[in-house]
């Protein structure tokens, strides 16, 4: 049995470039890029806009990288497959049928497409064709409880020579929340020939174990854990081990944002990064103490620098009160809700 592998889900607007290269340095075993839009992509005579073209970046250090393709023409699905190709950049190729947002499947994408099993298979066919990378899918349990379409559509994908699939085991009705059917993820591990990853609902590297023996699968897609815990990679991995995991104290998690803060400069406007580390801000701060305050004071900064300086100064005031370890009773409840989601 090869290893299994933990990696990062994608999520638009969270897992650009450096966030994914802070996830490979904690041992994620490969990422996929947020979603790219293929009505945008496969066009060739359109100019994209800055936010796609950010989202086709890679930096050095990243692991093994899939492009992810959002759309529903095959013809400009393929066609976005041949441009992603051509740039030389990624692992493979993943299609998006996962994506519940309304704006999204009501144009037809995403989860759209499980309701659209033809339609599914054609677009699956046209972008393999198109392309010598290897090609993965990534799709729910289906549209609603009484209409399971993943098991056919995994078939499929496992006909078309795909390389793998991740299936996050809610249905688009479920949106975020409420139950995973892990039983149905095993029952389509347990019939495929390709590699299966299992994705959705896990908070800590225990229920990313227990997920794997729950499903049988040949891995773990970590999404909204992995905002607030980047780490979780580093901690399946010593769980796996038998070892201890270790706290996550002040150094680590200032160290870590202001490493994140600055990487972010090298593929967006500086203004844009640091005003973005509020929120990575506000997942990794809070259970230290006087969090509540340097958060305030984020407000009103733009500037690579003064982040730096305050988170910094914050570090150093925490040491010299001896207070860099976290207070449990000053963490808010681990739930992966408080990513706040398109609808
Ligand atoms: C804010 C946000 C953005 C997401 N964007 C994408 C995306 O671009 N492509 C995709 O396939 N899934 C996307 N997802 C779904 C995640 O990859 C994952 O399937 C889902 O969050 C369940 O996993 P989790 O419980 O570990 O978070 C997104 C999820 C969130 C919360």
């Given at each position: 049995m090869p290893e299994p592998l933990f990696v990062l889900a994608p999520m638009d607007g969270m897992t650009h470039a450096s966030f994914r290269t802070v996830c490979f340095e904690y041992g994620a075993d490969g990422a996929t890029t947020e979603m790219i839009l293929s009505q945008a992509l496969g066009r060739a005579k359109r100019r994209m806009s800055d936010k796609y073209l950010e989202t086709l970046v890679r930096l050095p250090g990243e692991g093994n990288l899939a492009a992810q393709l959002i759309g529903c023409n095959s013809a400009l699905m393929a066609a976005s497959?041949?441009?992603?190709?051509?740039?030389?950049?990624?692992?493979?190729?993943?299609?998006?049928?996962?994506?519940?947002?309304?704006?999204?499947?009501g144009s037809g994408n995403g989860a759209a497409l499980l309701e659209k099993p033809e339609l599914a298979v054609a677009i699956m066919a046209a972008v393999k064709q198109s392309t010598d990378l290897p090609v993965r899918l990534k799709l729910r349990m289906g549209w609603d409880a009484g209409h399971i379409t993943a098991p056919e559509l995994v078939r499929a994908a496992q006909e078309l020579g795909f390389q793998a699939v991740t299936i996050h085991g809610r249905t688009r009705e479920q949106l975020y929340a409420g139950p995973?059917?892990?039983?149905?993820?095993?029952?389509?591990?347990?019939?495929?020939?390709?590699?299966?990853?299992?994705?959705?609902g896990v908070t800590c590297a225990g229920d990313a174990l227990a997920f794997l023996a729950d499903t049988g699968a040949a891995g773990?897609?970590?999404?909204?854990?992995?905002?607030?815990?980047?780490?979780?990679?580093?901690?399946?991995?010593?769980?796996?081990?038998?070892?201890?995991?270790?706290?996550?104290?002040?150094?680590?998690?200032?160290?870590?944002?202001?490493t994140l803060a600055t990487r972010a400069t090298l593929h967006r406007p500086?203004?844009?990064?640091?005003?973005?580390?509020?929120?990575?801000?506000?997942?990794?701060l809070p259970g230290?103490?006087?969090?509540?305050?340097?958060?305030?004071?984020?407000?009103?900064?733009?500037?690579?620098?003064?982040?730096?300086?305050?988170?910094?100064?914050?570090?150093?005031?925490?040491?010299?009160?001896?207070?860099?370890?976290?207070?449990?009773?000053?963490?808010?409840e681990a739930t992966l809700d408080t990513v706040k989601l398109r609808r």
């Open positions: 497959a041949e441009r992603l190709t051509a740039l030389h950049r990624f692992d493979a190729l993943e299609i998006n049928m996962g994506c519940p947002a309304r704006t999204v499947v995973v059917d892990a039983a149905g993820i095993r029952a389509i591990c347990r019939e495929a020939r390709i590699p299966v990853y299992a994705n959705g773990v897609s970590i999404g909204r854990a992995a905002l607030k815990q980047p780490w979780i990679f580093d901690d399946i991995r010593r769980l796996r081990r038998g070892e201890e995991i270790p706290e996550r104290g002040a150094e680590e998690r200032i160290r870590l944002l202001v500086e203004k844009v990064a640091v005003r973005e580390m509020r929120k990575f801000s506000g997942w990794l230290l103490t006087g969090a509540a305050d340097v958060l305030e004071r984020l407000n009103g900064i733009e500037a690579l620098e003064d982040y730096r300086r305050l988170m910094e100064g914050y570090l150093e005031a925490l040491a010299r009160r001896n207070d860099t370890h976290i207070h449990p009773e000053l963490l808010p």
